[in-house]
């Protein structure tokens, strides 16, 4: 239908649920179109886009897109990726040597190690000691950085207060 999806999937790298056990990203998608194909289109309809800045470092602003080769090859063209000059070179350069020597991998255990905890602490609280003020689904989340969370009760609806009393009881 001539849609092209973009899928901002920065955190889709921040699961605890194994690596076998990820959804796939959205540029899997992409219908298998070859060229000799009479009348394709050429491109698939979903391009993912990603980046280290959940993964390794805020500050990093290095990505990537996973795409049809037509539309990658389009976007790579352009003379601002080329030269990596609008893009920070110096973070690129750091970014790549902590690609190849395994360091993002390890910081993004290291945070998926502490994400899932908090998760399953923030879960645990709220399916237990606040389950009748509060309801976030049977299960903790398996990944990411979010939790959604309907209060029932108004009283909740104060931030200060909460705040203390996740302090008070969870340390958190």
């Known amino acids: 239908n001539g849609v092209m999806i973009v899928a901002d999937e920065v955190y889709h790298l921040l699961d605890w649920t194994g690596e076998g056990s990820r959804p796939a990203r959205f540029a899997a998608f992409n219908p298998a179109v070859r060229s000799d194909d009479a009348g394709a289109a050429g491109i698939g309809s979903c391009v993912s886009v990603s980046a280290l800045t959940k993964i390794f470092a805020p500050g990093v602003r290095t990505g990537w897109v996973e795409g049809p080769d037509d ?16 893009f920070a070179p110096l973070g690129n350069k750091i ?15 290291l945070l998926r190690d502490a994400y899932a905890g908090r998760a399953h602490l923030l879960h645990g609280a709220l399916a237990g000691p606040l389950g009748p003020l509060a309801e976030c689904g049977a299960h903790p989340p398996s990944g990411g950085y979010f939790m959604w969370i309907r209060f029932l009760h108004p009283a909740l609806a104060d931030a200060a207060l909460l705040k203390e ?5 969870y340390g958190v």
């Open 71 to 86: 539309v990658v090859s389009a976007l790579a063209r352009h003379g601002y990726v080329e030269s990596m000059g609008g």
């Open 95 to 109: 970014a790549a040597e902590a690609l190849r020597k395994g360091a993002v991998k390890r910081h993004r255990e």
């Open 165 to 169: 009393w996740c302090e008070e009881f």
